[in-house]
């Protein structure tokens, strides 16, 4: 068994993990305190819009409706500043980006495009679920897609900067 004193000095999981969450925040720049537990999350439900999508010939002539969901989570305590996320200011800016989209072969590609649009212009988000799918795309299916879930952290990498 260790001495209290050893036990005390060493660095404990959880404070580091508090640490790492601390630092991550002071590069966001916002001053509002975090919630505890998971926080707002803000969501969105079948925001369809046209997208220059697909790998397919008969994909190329023209934009085709392509449904959105994205689930938005942020812990800061919502003030008037910008510690909050306007669904509709962030709807609107999803469509504006994607009219002005060239030809995009992948959902894939163009789910992570909108993830990191997201972070880049919204520091309170801590995380976010995006999926995309077209609709009627397969017969016999209801709907067919993909789906992203990335934090902050995982922007901060994809972009290579330290998280």
């Given at each position: 068994m260790k001495p209290v004193e050893q036990v005390f000095s060493?660095?404990?999981?959880a404070l580091n993990a508090l640490n790492a969450l601390n630092a991550l925040n002071?590069?966001?720049g916002l001053d509002a305190p975090l919630l505890p537990g998971?926080?707002?999350s803000v969501f969105i439900d079948a925001l369809t819009v046209p997208v220059r999508i697909g790998i397919h010939a008969h994909e190329h002539g023209a934009p085709q409706p392509v449904v959105i969901d994205?689930?938005?989570g942020y812990r800061r305590e919502p003030s008037e500043a910008s510690e909050w996320i306007d669904y509709e200011g962030y709807c609107a800016r999803l469509a504006t980006f994607l009219?002005?989209?060239p030809h995009t072969r992948l959902l894939e590609t163009?789910?992570?495009d909108l993830a990191e649009l997201s972070f880049r212009e919204w520091p309170a988000l801590?995380?976010?679920t995006l999926a995309a799918h077209k609709p009627k795309i397969r017969p016999g299916t209801q709907r067919v897609g993909v789906e992203l879930e990335w934090?902050?952290?995982d922007y901060l990498r994809r972009i290579g900067k330290p998280a």
């Open positions: 060493e660095p404990q999981p002071a590069l966001d998971r926080g707002w994205a689930r938005l009219a002005g989209k163009l789910v992570a801590d995380t976010l934090t902050r952290a």
